[in-house]
């Protein structure tokens, strides 16, 4: 499972790296992206559950975690 954790992100948007890992992983390859901004997880469910990617979610205090596969384009 590729991990990419976005918390304490402060030169841009956490969407930016959790979007570029998404495009750049394989077919079928597992995906953890770790938030510690609220708005920007929930933009990353929405957008998931607008392409009909089934996930995770976990939460741990100020930390949140959606576990998910990469499905084709």
Do not use: V
């Amino acid at each position: 499972m590729k991990t990419i954790d976005t918390r304490g992100q402060k030169h841009y948007n956490p969407l930016i790296p959790a979007i570029t890992a998404m495009c750049s992983a394989a077919e079928g390859e597992k995906l953890e992206i770790i938030m510690d901004d609220a708005a920007a997880f929930n933009d990353l469910k929405e957008y998931l559950a607008e392409q009909q990617i089934g996930f995770r979610e976990i939460y741990d205090g100020e930390q949140m975690t959606l576990q998910f596969t990469k499905h084709s384009d």
